[in-house]
Structures are given as structure tokens and as C-alpha cells.
């Protein structure tokens, strides 16, 4: 999460006289890392393919294995290890992928947009990363209080559903691709318990 953030910072204060277009490219960049995480999960996180078998097998074979249905709650931070993606993973994210676009954006449209992706990008990952970790937070945590919150993270619970992480809920930030690829599936709240039996 430092190498996030300091990468984030680094891109933020490099951005000078900034114009009011160019931070159009703020909900793009969320738009595109809403489908890229959408896409990432559902094809490479639960199909095995060839080229992702690695993603695959950590994806589905131990955070899947790890948290089932009703045991989705971590029991002490050393589980966060099957919740985050390796620190390798996180800083490809922050010290190549998202620059690669800020380059692009940069070279085709100004410098202000190629920094503005490459930290919209990043954040988006930090926050998938902080999400994720208060889904599996033991039910009775503060984060299932808060509204909004405790809504994704249901969603997130009926996903590690053995027979519904396949085909639905594969949005962690904000279920967009769900909603409009037909993926979304929502239990009640108060009935998901027995719905897990």
C-alpha cells in the first residue's frame, strides 16, 4: 500500500496549471479500471486459462478455498496475505502499468492527463485493495455498519458462493460491469445466512 500511495503522491505533484478538461480524465480512468478489474476477475480469476493460470490458482485455488461460504471473515491480519495481491503485483500496478497509460495520455493528449490516469489508476488499486480487506473483516466489524459499504461487501460475501462465483458479482469497487453485463446477483441482507446453507 506505500508503494501505492507514494506513487500516487509522486504522480500528483508533478501536475502543473492544471485545466478544468483536463480532469475528464479522472472518471475515464475509473471507468477503465472498473473494466479491467471486472474482466481480470471474472476471466482470468475464475477460468483457467493458459496465459493466467498462476492469477487462477491464487485466485480461485487459495482466496477462494481460503474464504467459502459462511467463513468469509479473516481471523487475524496474517490472513490478509490470501486477501491483498502480492507486493509484486501492487507495484507492477503503480511502477509500470499505470505509468504505461500516463505516458500514452501524456504523449497524445498533455502531461497533466498522463500524471491525472497513472494516479487515477493507482488509487482505484489501493482502494480495490482496502475494500477487499474490509469485506472480509469479521461480520460485526465497523465497516458492515456503514451503508454503502455494508452493501458491496454483501456482495462481495454472495460472490465466494461456490456456486455463484463463477457467473456473478465480480466488481469489488463499484458493481458497474455487473449492472450492465447482467452479472449482478443480490440476496437480502438479513436472509444470506440461510442462503449459504
Known amino acids: 500500500m506505500l508503494i ?3 506513487a500516487a503522491v509522486y504522480c500528483i505533484l508533478h501536475i502543473r496549471d492544471l485545466k478544468g478538461g483536463e480532469l475528464l480524465v479522472i472518471p475515464l480512468g475509473i ?3 472498473n473494466a479491467v478489474e471486472y474482466v481480470s476477475h471474472r476471466w482470468a480469476g475464475h477460468k483457467k ?3 493466467t493460470k498462476l492469477f487462477y490458482r491464487r485466485h480461485t485455488g487459495d482466496h477462494h478455498s481460503f474464504f467459502s461460504a459462511p467463513q468469509l471473515s479473516f481471523e487475524s491480519a496474517y490472513d490478509w496475505r490470501i486477501v491483498l495481491f502480492p507486493t509484486y503485483l501492487t ?3 503503480a511502477i509500470v502499468l499505470a505509468p504505461f497509460f500516463g505516458f500514452c495520455l501524456t504523449w497524445l493528449v498533455s502531461v497533466n492527463v ?3 490516469m497513472a494516479a487515477t489508476m493507482i488509487l482505484n488499486h489501493l482502494a480495490y485493495e482496502l475494500l477487499h480487506i474490509g469485506y472480509h473483516q469479521p461480520r460485526g466489524g465497523w465497516f458492515h455498519r456503514v451503508p454503502g459499504l455494508r452493501e ?3 456482495l462481495h460475501r454472495i460472490h465466494h458462493h461456490r456456486k455463484l462465483m463463477k457467473a456473478h458479482n465480480f466488481n469489488l469497487t463499484f458493481p458497474l460491469f455487473d449492472l450492465l453485463l447482467g452479472t449482478l446477483y443480490w440476496e437480502p441482507l438479513d436472509s444470506f ?4 446453507d
Open 114 to 116: 498522463g500524471y491525472l
Open 91 to 93: 507495484a507492477f500496478v
Open 193 to 196: 445466512d440461510d442462503f449459504c
Open 4 to 6: 501505492s500511495l507514494t
Open 31 to 33: 471507468l477503465a479500471y
Open 49 to 51: 486459462l493458459k496465459l
Open 152 to 154: 458491496l461487501a454483501h
